[in-house]
């Protein structure tokens, strides 16, 4: 069974950095059943989807409340999806997921992948 195991968080002031991981089990990148993965965050009553990596070519997104702050990558060879964080703001407070998505350059979409991981808690605060 597919699962994602996020990591990386932690207490940051404003202005710092943060780089999350995300592993995935189960599968490989070559043998996963989606195209993409992305990264969310969860903080207060919504979830938010913040960028997203196709693991087929080089199409990213990134939503406008991060643009210019995050940088998603991934690591084939390790399974793994990294999303670095850099300018925290206390709006940034949360928890991050990752997650199979749809992803193009000018958005990014919700898979019917329902095995959501246990997250990791990004809090940012003076």
């Known amino acids: 069974q597919l699962r994602l195991v996020e990591s990386g968080g932690g207490l940051v002031q404003p202005g710092g950095s943060l780089t999350l991981s995300c592993k995935v089990s189960?599968?490989?990148?070559?043998?996963?059943?989606?195209?993409?993965l992305g990264w969310f965050r969860h903080g207060g009553s919504e979830r938010e989807g913040l960028s997203c990596i196709?693991?087929?070519?080089?199409?990213?997104y990134y939503a406008p409340s991060v643009k210019g702050r995050v940088t998603i990558s991934r690591n084939n060879a390790k399974s793994t999806v990294y999303l670095q964080m850099n300018s925290l703001e206390p709006a940034d407070t949360g928890v991050y997921y990752c997650?199979?998505?749809?992803?193009?350059?000018?958005?990014?979409?919700?898979?019917?992948?329902?095995?959501w991981g246990q997250g990791t808690q990004v809090t940012v605060s003076s």
């Open positions: 189960g599968s490989t990148f070559d043998t996963l059943d989606y195209y993409a």
């Open positions: 196709s693991i087929r070519d080089a199409t990213t």
């Open positions: 997650a199979p998505a749809y992803c193009w350059d000018y958005a990014l979409g919700y898979t019917d992948f329902d095995n």
